[in-house]
C-alpha cells in the first residue's frame, strides 16, 4: 500500500501569514493528490484535486503543488477561518490513503 | 441541493454487527463511485471502502479485509457499510463520500467532492 507522510503534523500561525504543508508518498502517485480540510464536526471539504487544480468555491489563497512523490499545500494569507486540520489524500492505487494530518492552529 | 446523509451509527458490543447506510440526494447516485472513510476520536482520517457506480468493483482497506461488506442500491439511491465482528478500534465517526472523476495529462482520477456529515459508532461493553 501507498504510505502518505505529512509534516508539520502541527504547525501554529498568525492571521495573514504564508504557510506551507507538505505531503510526501512512499511511491511516485504522479498527480493523483488531493488536499482537505477538516473541521471538528463537519464534514471533509476538498480544496485542491489532481495535486494543483482548486476546487469550485475554494478561495485562490490556497494552492498546491507537486508531482511524483513531493506535494505542498500552501495558503498565501491565513484567514481565521483557515484553522483547520490539512489532509493530503493519494487516489493512485486501488485503495486510497490520508496522510496523518496537519493541524493548523492559531498562534 | 447535493446531499449525502449517513444513519444507523450506534452504541455496538464488541463482537457485534452493525449496518450502515447513507442516502443520496440531488445528484445521479448510480452515476457515481462512493467510499467510506472513518475517522476515529482523536484520529485522522482512515479511507475504509470503494465501491464501482454498478457496484462490480470493491475495494477495501487491507487491515478491515473479511469484516466489513460494502454495497449500494442505486434504486434506492443508497450506500450501505455491513460491519461483522466489531472492536473497540473500529469506533469512529463514519463518513460517505462521492467520487468525482475527472481528466488530465496524467489520464483519469478522482477525488472524494462530496461528504455526509457523518454517523457514529461506538463500541463498547
Known amino acids: 500500500d501507498i504510505q502518505m507522510t505529512q509534516s508539520p503534523s502541527s504547525l501554529s500561525a498568525s492571521v495573514g501569514d504564508r504557510i506551507t504543508i507538505t505531503c510526501r508518498a512512499s511511491?511516485?502517485?504522479?498527480?493523483?493528490l488531493n488536499w482537505f480540510q477538516h473541521k471538528p464536526g463537519k464534514a471533509p471539504k476538498v480544496l485542491i484535486y489532481?495535486?494543483?487544480t482548486l476546487q469550485t468555491g475554494v478561495p485562490s489563497r490556497f494552492s498546491g503543488s507537486g508531482s511524483g512523490t513531493d506535494f505542498t499545500l500552501t495558503i498565501s494569507s491565513l484567514q481565521p477561518e483557515d484553522f483547520a486540520t490539512y489532509y493530503c489524500q493519494q487516489s493512485y492505487g486501488t485503495s486510497y490513503t490520508f496522510g496523518q494530518g496537519t493541524k493548523l492552529e492559531i498562534k | 441541493e447535493v446531499q449525502l446523509v449517513e444513519s444507523g451509527g450506534t452504541l455496538v458490543q464488541p463482537g457485534g454487527s452493525l449496518t450502515l447506510s447513507c442516502e443520496a440526494s440531488g445528484f445521479t447516485f448510480s452515476n457515481y463511485e462512493m467510499n467510506w472513510v472513518r475517522q476515529a476520536p482523536g484520529k485522522g482520517l482512515e479511507w475504509v471502502s470503494y465501491?464501482?457506480?454498478?457496484?462490480?468493483?470493491?475495494y477495501y482497506e487491507d487491515s478491515l479485509k473479511g469484516r466489513i461488506t460494502i454495497s449500494r442500491d442505486n434504486a434506492k439511491k443508497s450506500l450501505y457499510l455491513e460491519m461483522n465482528n466489531l472492536r473497540v478500534e473500529d469506533t469512529a465517526v463514519y463518513y460517505c463520500?462521492?467520487?468525482?472523476?475527472?481528466?488530465?495529462?496524467?489520464?483519469?482520477?478522482?477525488?472524494?467532492?462530496?461528504w455526509g456529515k457523518g454517523t457514529t459508532v461506538i463500541v463498547s461493553s
Open positions: 463520500a462521492r467520487d468525482n472523476s475527472y481528466f488530465d495529462n496524467s489520464g483519469a482520477g478522482y477525488y472524494m467532492d462530496v
Open positions: 489532481a495535486a494543483s
Open positions: 511511491q511516485s502517485i504522479s498527480t493523483y
Open positions: 465501491i464501482s457506480s454498478s457496484g462490480s468493483t470493491i
